[in-house]
């Protein structure tokens, strides 16, 4: 799916380092939350493709005043994560799962499932930016770690997408595991 892509891409290109994840974070989960809610009250009795052009404008309106804010906050991490920034307007959550899932939930519950898919989120972005920093470069937080290997290419792009793809492949192995088990039990 491209909208799943457009908010995975920053992560691989740019998640290579906490500074640049914690700017990630920032703005994912600033951007991500706003326009959702504001989002949540639009009429939905709209069509289905004005409502998606909607929530892309609204997302375009909350990116703006969050961009300078970020320029203030995270000046180097902005400037590295550079198009990216603009694709995170535009994520999954907003553009697809808005429709999918959120507004088909009250207002409570849509927002807590959507606080809990943006710390999820965050949770991976931090993950993997850790990884990429300690094994790719040899430090946590831009401070030198005492490491007897470094592996250069997991710092960029490619050993971002290697990772990425490493990290799910165990996620699902303990999910399949975690699941079997449950039907093993229920069977008993």
Known sequence: MLSAGMVISPVIMCGNNI????????????I??????IASFIPKKLPYAIKIIAYAVISSFVYIPIK??????????????????PLIAVNSLIVYQTEVKFFKL???????SLVFYILGFDAV????????EIIGSG?????????DFIISGVSQPFGGFILLGLMCGI???IRASVTDEKNDT???
Not at 19 to 28: D, E, R
Not at 106 to 112: A, E, G, V
């Open 19 to 30: 500074q640049n994840a914690l700017a990630l974070i920032y703005v994912f989960s600033t």
């Open 125 to 132: 972005i931090l993950i993997t930016a850790f990884i990429r």
């Open 106 to 112: 009250s207002r409570r519950d849509m927002l807590t």
């Open 139 to 147: 430090t946590i937080n831009s401070n030198i770690v005492d490491m």
């Open 68 to 85: 300078v804010l970020s320029a203030e906050i995270y000046p180097d991490s902005i400037e590295n994560i550079g198009i990216y920034f």
């Open 186 to 188: 229920e069977v008993k």
């Open 171 to 173: 996620y699902r192995k």
């Open 32 to 37: 991500t939350l706003l326009s959702v809610f």
